[in-house]
């Protein structure tokens, strides 16, 4: 609401919401590490579908992926919003892409990435 305040500078293109997701993310791990989950459980994901669908049965895993895919979320929806700035992108066409990021993230980056080719006048996949 306020894309030019200092309020939504720290929040937006500081360290600072990633610094607190990761204290909360270490928090967790200790405290479910502490309660005794089985932590070796997870690489269970990497066997397919069937695996993957048991620990997200998991409250504990379901709780500590919840943090990850917000953290890299956020980061790829702040790098979204200083990237837009250099190139002078409008507000309201990024709010699409930030959204659809927030939910689906690869997709989200596609959408900008697609938008900033216009407005950047060139391809580059270094940026």
């Not at 200083?82 to 709010?95: A, N, Q, V, Y």
Request: charged share 10%.
């Amino acid at each position: 609401f306020f894309p030019n305040s200092k309020v939504s500078g720290v929040f937006v293109s500081s360290i600072f919401p990633i610094f607190l997701l990761s204290i909360i993310y270490l928090y967790l791990v200790y405290y479910y590490f502490v309660s005794e989950y089985n932590y070796l459980s997870n690489f269970n994901l990497y066997l397919g579908l069937d695996s993957l669908n048991e620990l997200f049965s998991e409250r504990a895993f379901l709780i500590i992926f919840w943090t990850h895919f917000l953290a890299i979320n956020l980061f790829c929806g702040s790098w979204i919003v200083s990237d837009s700035r250099k190139f002078s992108i409008s507000k309201i066409l990024i709010f699409i892409p930030l959204i659809i990021t927030y939910f689906t993230g690869p997709i989200g980056v596609f959408v900008y990435w697609l938008i900033r080719i216009f407005y950047a006048k060139r391809i580059s996949l270094y940026d």
